[in-house]
């Protein structure tokens, strides 16, 4: 089985910045991709960025140009750089991986870790 790990998250004044780094181990194969995803208190799970082990990767519009994602092929890791956060960014922060489809749709994850939290004071 795949087992998903993250951590990084913290509390962080607004403006400030945080990296949060996913670990996968068990069974994985070449050709995956690992995503982001979060999610606020009374609010559905929200897909944030996500990347192929190619190189290719996406952003929500909301995160866009304060974000960054990057991978790390033969260690299994993907890391979310967060710069300018926001108050509204505070969540429980996901990472998944799947293996067939658009990179957005949280339906082609298979596998999710438990989440780490990420707090952005006023």
């Known amino acids: 089985q795949v087992q998903l790990v993250e951590s990084g998250g913290g509390l962080v004044q607004a403006g400030g910045s945080l990296r949060l780094s996913c670990a996968a181990s068990?069974?994985?194969?070449?050709?995956?991709?690992m995503g982001w995803f979060r999610q606020a208190p009374g609010k559905q799970r929200e897909f944030v960025s996500a990347?192929?082990?190619?190189?290719?990767?996406t952003y929500a519009d909301s995160v866009k140009g304060r974000f960054t994602i990057s991978g790390d092929n033969a260690k299994n890791r993907v890391y979310l750089q967060m710069n300018s956060l926001k108050p509204e960014d505070t969540a429980v922060y996901y990472c998944?991986?799947?293996?067939?489809?658009?990179?957005?749709?949280?339906?082609?994850?298979?596998?999710w870790g438990q989440g780490t939290q990420v707090t952005v004071s006023s």
């Open positions: 068990g069974r994985t194969f070449t050709g995956l991709f």
């Open positions: 990347i192929r082990w190619t190189g290719t990767s």
């Open positions: 998944a991986q799947g293996a067939n489809g658009v990179l957005w749709n949280p339906s082609n994850y298979d596998y």
